[in-house]
């Protein structure tokens, strides 16, 4: 898993699907495989971690920093629930394990 896969495209966890898939298009034509193929395998891994909804859901569990909160986190995760980014199956899912 990498470090940081918000880091790699240079995007917030907020970030909605299309807004991943947008960055990851325009860093692809900027940093293309034939010209710089360590870039280009690391924003691949990066894309393919988030655009997974679980993957993107471990990201911001395992990716904290000092300063985040529980509420925040809690306020965060209550979002993207209402906003259908995570599906609720994956989360039930996850609180199963």
Known sequence: MLDNAYQVLGIGP??????????YLALVR????????E??????AAY???????????????SLT???TFE??????QAAVSRRRI??????ALADE
């Open 30 to 37: 900027q940093f293309p495989p034939e010209r710089d193929p």
């Open 14 to 23: 907020d970030a909605d699907p299309e807004e991943v898939r947008q960055r």
């Open 87 to 92: 599906p609720t199956a994956a989360l039930l």
């Open 48 to 62: 393919d971690q988030l655009r997974d909804p679980i993957a993107g859901l471990e990201q911001r569990l395992f």
């Open 66 to 68: 000092a300063t985040d």
């Open 39 to 44: 870039r280009f395998a690391e924003i691949r």
């Open 72 to 77: 925040s986190l809690l306020a965060a995760q």
